[in-house]
């Protein structure tokens, strides 16, 4: 095994765990100051990539296609807060669990009418296709270490809204208590239309990042939920800090996993039977992984032991 | 009007009776056929609602129970039909075309992946479950597409149905009838585990886990064992649907079957004991119309679902007998 080969798998479960930090910050602020669960936000995923993927077909550009990433997926999601969502932050989670399930289904069917059943493509653009030195003499895509740069430039973009801005103080409040902060004047249900569209940007924004190096397709969006569920489920909910480090070592284990889990198996195996039981085995690595943290610290890494 | 629940369960099974016998009498199998799978439905969600309707615990993983009883009948019946010895270290067979083996094997191995699941989910709850059994059906699924001995992602298929003794399994008449059988087996031992102390227990830890708690009652236990129930009745289903398709992949797996049984208890009703057949009812005879009429029906089930939810009048059977019915 080479350096070269371990550089590379660790720069792409960055890539990979960032864009589940985009997923999963969003989920986890809206579970966190509304109290929602929300499975519909793996369509909203979808929406961004979609509409990245039509605008570039039109314009040819890539900024206008991430800008139509960020508004369509904005717009669904205020849409949605403010017809379905807001009748569901008091009922109980199954039918929370049950109406985001009905929103996936209208979603995932609408948008199947929309523009059919093959996928679309979206191309990187040429500025950003190629591949770059890395000191040591490693090539790697350029466009995948722009991905990682905007992860972690969003992953501070938060940080300093949530802290040190004024929505950032209401929204803070807003999780600690909503009958006092409505109380102090704070329009609470324009807060919480602000911070799901918010949410849903951010996904609408992974999508149309991921969907240059992936095929846009109905269904895109339903495995990234999923996996940003363990990413809260292993960061704590409500804990962006939680989101960010479980996403990096969930990006991290299932990329470093289904790599060298293979070749490890090849120490003590016969080549064949080594690749298909390290496969199987990495597949469920991250599941593992969310095991152990459960045995360990049921509430999460960062979570705060509380009554849901 | 509103209906006696006991007279109104009474017809639901009646109707399930006679509506197969009258499609064997002007000769339409398809419809024996479809009906069957609306039992097999119907006791996949019977075992989900132990947990979900009287334990009051959103499983989101229930196809990982459902996969595994399709893939016990499927590995079982693969080795028997290609004469090939199953080797699991511990124990060598060739197979079984036998279905009450089969059906044993099935509920042994749902229950101690349910166990196993269930120590590691339940030391959580609410939101977090949720995403938990999510998270392991996803785990599973992947499992059996990157399994390449059994078909990986095409799945296995199984040509002939297997049998049972004294019983023609191919007739469709009779194999819906092992599966009604099976069904109201799973309804009668529902029925005597919610008047049960134990039921009572769950049903009381639903309520207040604190409460319970203080009674001296371990609620986590509670939950364990309703879990690992739950979980065995869906497992026998699912077996049972794989010998109706003769066919299992990886797709009985997917988060979507995990999503639908959740709907069709909440069609019928949550913790209702008729709740699962009435939901299975209603979901397959509406993806029957609705899907003849668009191939885009999954929009509209989306829309009748949002109406449920919103204007929540406890399923079909809250609605019809007008008494709201258990909170989650």
């Known amino acids: ?111 199947r009418w929309v523009f059919g059943s093959f996928p679309l493509f979206l191309d990187i653009p040429d500025i950003l296709s190629g591949t770059v030195t ?17 992860g972690f430039a969003i992953a501070i973009g938060l940080w300093v809204l949530i802290e040190r801005t004024r929505l950032g103080i209401q929204i803070r409040a807003g999780e600690n208590d909503r009958e006092m902060i409505a109380v102090l004047g704070v329009d609470i249900s324009s807060l919480y239309t602000l911070v799901f569209a918010l949410g849903a940007a951010l996904a609408g924004l992974a999508g149309a990042l991921v969907g240059a190096i992936q095929s846009v397709q109905v269904g895109m969006g339903e495995p990234v939920l999923i996996l940003a569920f363990v990413v809260i489920v292993i960061g704590g909910i409500g804990s962006i800090r939680g989101a960010l480090v479980g996403a990096l070592l969930v990006g991290l284990t299932d990329t470093l996993g289904g790599v060298f889990l293979p070749e490890i198996f090849k120490v003590f195996m016969e080549p064949g039977a080594a690749q298909r039981s390290g496969s199987a085995l990495a597949a469920m690595g991250i599941y593992v992984l969310m095991g152990g943290v459960l045995v360990w610290r049921p509430t999460g890494l960062f979570g705060v032991r509380r009554c849901i | 009007m509103h209906l006696n629940e006991t007279a109104l369960n009474g017809a639901i099974l009646l109707g399930l009776l006679s509506l197969p016998l009258y499609a064997l009498i002007v000769d339409e199998p398809y419809t024996i056929t479809l009906m069957t799978r609306v039992v097999i439905l119907a006791l996949a969600a019977v075992g989900l609602n132990i947990i979900l309707g009287v334990g009051g615990l959103v499983s989101f993983g229930h196809a990982i129970f459902f996969g595994i009883g399709g893939y016990a009948m499927g590995i079982l019946a693969y080795h028997a039909q290609t004469f090939t010895i199953l080797d699991f270290g511990l124990f060598i067979t060739d197979g079984t075309r036998l279905m009450p083996v089969i059906w044993l094997v099935a509920m042994a191995v749902s229950a101690t992946a349910a166990f196993l699941i269930g120590i590691l989910s339940l030391r959580t709850s609410g939101v977090y479950f949720i995403m938990i059994t999510l998270a392991f059906g996803q785990m599973f699924y992947y499992f059996a597409i990157s399994w390449p001995e059994y078909g990986g992602e095409d799945g296995l298929s199984i040509y002939v149905r297997n049998t049972f003794p004294g019983l023609n399994t191919l007739a469709p008449i009779q194999f819906f009838a092992i599966c009604l059988v099976l069904l109201c087996l799973a309804l009668y031992i529902m029925a005597r585990l919610r008047r049960s102390p134990f039921g009572l227990a769950l049903n009381a830890a639903r309520q207040s ?120």
Do not use: K
């Open chain 1, 1 to 111: 095994m080479s350096v070269i080969l371990i550089v590379e798998q660790v720069l792409n479960g960055l890539q990979f765990g960032v864009m589940l930090f985009l997923m999963a910050a969003g989920l986890t602020l809206i579970f966190g100051v509304m109290g929602l669960i929300n499975l519909a936000h793996g369509s909203l995923y979808m929406i961004g990539a979609f509409a990245a993927a039509a605008t570039a077909e039109v314009t040819g550009s890539f900024l206008l296609a991430l800008a139509a990433a960020l508004a369509a997926a904005a717009a669904a999601g205020a849409i949605i807060e403010v017809t379905v969502i807001r009748r569901l932050y008091a009922a109980p989670h199954l039918n929370q669990v049950l109406a985001t399930f009905a929103l996936i289904l209208i979603l995932s069917e609408g948008t």
């Open chain 1, 134 to 150: 890395l000191p040591g003499g490693i090539q790697y895509s350029l466009y995948r270490l722009i991905l990682i740069a905007t």
């Open chain 2, 209 to 328: 886990g604190i409460r319970v708690e203080t009674v001296g009652i371990d609620p986590v236990r509670l939950r364990l064992l309703a879990f690992v129930l739950s979980g065995t009745v869906t497992g026998l289903a699912g077996a049972l649907y794989a010998d109706l398709n003769r066919f299992v992949s990886p797709v009985m797996f997917s988060w979507q079957f995990s999503g639908e049984l959740i709907v069709l208890i909440v069609i019928g009703g949550v913790g209702r004991l008729m709740g699962p057949v009435v939901g299975a009812c209603v979901f397959v005879a509406l993806e029957h119309l609705l899907g003849g009429l668009t191939e885009f029906w999954l929009i509209i089930l989306g829309l009748i679902l949002l109406g449920i939810v919103l204007f929540d009048r406890g399923g079909i059977i809250g609605f019809l007998t007008g008494r709201a019915g258990a909170h989650v």
